[in-house]
């Protein structure tokens, strides 16, 4: 399988699974469309062409001309200057690293992680806010991790890769959207009746079993073991974590239970106001649930080696 194959397949597993729906997919792609084409100039010769053929704005090819035939792969949840080393130093004692994959962006991946948050806004819409509130919602926090993302040194992880020769790519949404449906899925099928029927389900998925070997497993954040779960909304995808204001939204809209990755103090504080329960998932568990959902779709066919780093531990549905 060779790289282009491996990203491809990567982002067909992300669509399948976005909880958006294809005409507002498509509408997307329309709009960036018609961005790239009023461009001229050094805007238009340095824009992100993969933008035209796909909305993961986080999920890239970093490093790599897509033709190299990759059979070993060293994935992390995290990728940095240093694991890019630990490959380096894996193909020196014949480990034959072929590519490095993380989940979290990186390069130019990382520097526009704001433009796939829109995503939650399209989620909120399921539930009965109006497009204009969710988008209103959301611009503002939007903003706000651009900013924040714009003065991080992005490339040195891929420059890194590129001085040692090892190709890089990152999965970052596409893999979000696999566990978001899961999880979605899941709890819809199951209705769990109280909160600890909630953390019961969690806790038998094997990343989350895994993760409580670490302490670091799920956990109700708002809300006791026997308070009603009532309607459950999964907060996984979408970049990062959205603004503090769409909890009360959510509440009004007949949302009692939210579980997440993760959650901010500001976030916490507005999520108790509003009388909602919150069960913390585990950020790099689920990370782990989503990139592991996509990997088996990437890799059906058992052709690729793993090699485990970074907080990454792979499980094969197929196995369990």
Same mark, same amino acid.
């Given at each position: 399988m060779n790289l282009q194959t491996i990203y491809?397949? /990567?982002?067909?597993?992300?669509? =399948?699974?976005?909880?958006?729906?294809? =005409?507002?997919i498509e509408k997307a792609l329309k709009d960036t469309k018609k961005v790239y084409s009023k461009l001229k100039g050094i805007d238009r010769s340095t824009f992100d062409l993969e933008s035209l053929k796909h909305p993961? !704005?986080? +999920?890239?090819? %970093? &490093?790599?001309?897509?033709?190299?035939?990759?059979? &070993?792969v060293l994935v992390g949840i995290d990728i940095d200057v240093s694991e890019i080393l630990l490959a380096e130093k894996l193909r020196e004692k014949g480990r034959g690293i072929d590519l490095v994959i993380s989940h979290h962006p990186s390069g130019r991946a990382y520097a526009q992680l704001h433009k796939v948050m829109d995503i939650? #806004? #399209?989620?909120?819409?399921?539930?009965?806010? +109006? *497009?204009?509130? /969710?988008?209103?919602?959301?611009?503002? *926090?939007?903003?706000?991790?651009? *900013?924040?993302?714009a003065p991080a040194n992005h490339a040195r992880a891929v420059d890194a890769a590129k001085l040692l020769g090892i190709p890089f790519m990152c999965i970052h949404t596409a893999a979000d959207n696999c566990v978001a !449906?899961? %999880?979605?899925?899941?709890?819809? &099928?199951?209705?769990?009746?109280? %909160?600890?029927?909630? %953390?019961?389900?969690?806790? &038998?998925i094997p990343e989350y079993k895994f993760a409580m070997q670490l302490n670091a497993g799920p956990f109700l954040l708002i809300g006791d073991e026997d308070t009603t779960a009532g309607k459950i909304f999964v907060d996984m995808t979408g970049g990062t974590s959205g603004p503090d204001k769409m909890?009360? *939204?959510? #509440?009004?809209?007949?949302?009692? +239970?939210?579980?997440?990755? !993760?959650c901010k103090e500001s976030g916490y504080k507005m999520a108790k106001s509003e009388f909602l329960n919150y069960v913390i998932a585990g950020h790099i568990a689920s990370d782990n649930l989503g990139l592991n959902l996509l990997l088996d779709a990437v890799d059906s066919r058992g052709s690729l080696n793993f090699i485990e780093c970074s907080g990454f531990r792979r499980v094969r549905r197929d196995k369990i």
């Open positions: 491809e397949m /990567a982002v067909k597993k992300g669509l =399948k699974e976005d909880q958006r729906s294809k =005409k507002i993961f !704005h986080d +999920t890239r090819i %970093l &490093n790599g001309r897509g033709k190299e035939q990759i059979k &070993n939650q #806004s #399209s989620l909120w819409e399921n539930y009965g806010l +109006t *497009r204009e509130v /969710a988008h209103g919602i959301m611009k503002d *926090r939007i903003d706000e991790v651009a *900013r924040g993302v !449906h899961f %999880l979605q899925k899941l709890f819809d &099928n199951r209705k769990p009746k109280k %909160l600890k029927d909630v %953390l019961s389900i969690l806790k &038998n909890f009360a *939204r959510l #509440s009004q809209a007949g949302i009692k +239970t939210i579980i997440g990755m !993760h």
